[in-house]
Nanobody, 121 residues
Framework: QVQLVESGGGLVQPGGSLRLSCAAS????????MGWYRRQAPGKERELVA????????NYADSVKGRFTISRDNAENTVYLQMNSLKPEDTAVYYC??????????????WGKGTLVTVSS
């Protein structure tokens, strides 16, 4: 079993910054892509915010390019999301995702429980 634990969400004013962290632990052989998704309203689909491969290649949603930066520490199985110039429309529950090869060599997709980011004055 693999667990993803997110931290760093909270309330921030428009224009402010937050840094999200997600640490993976458990039966991990390797992790390919790690990423952040968000759901902006109940019933709305979860959307990709940013993703990063083990080699460091990144992908961003157009809405966050130039404002958000994803990074990871492969040794610590941790992914970060630095969010700058936050806007009210960034308000959402942010979920960490990891594509894991377990110690039993199964390819599995794991999700964290989510952390709420609220951008409001």
């Amino acid at each position: 079993q693999v667990q993803l634990v997110e931290s760093g969400g909270g309330l921030v004013q428009p224009g402010g910054s937050l840094r999200l962290s997600c640490a993976a632990s458990g039966s991990i052989f390797s992790i390919n892509t790690m990423g952040w998704y968000r759901r902006q309203a109940p019933g709305k689909e979860r959307e990709l915010v940013a993703a990063i491969t083990s080699g460091g290649s990144t992908n961003y949603a157009d809405s966050v390019k130039g404002r958000f930066t994803i990074s990871r520490d492969n040794a610590e199985n941790t992914v970060y999301l630095q969010m700058n110039s936050l806007k009210p429309e960034d308000t959402a529950v942010y979920y960490c995702n990891a594509q894991v090869t377990t110690k039993n060599y199964y390819a599995m997709n794991y999700w964290g429980k989510g952390t709420l980011v609220t951008v409001s004055s």
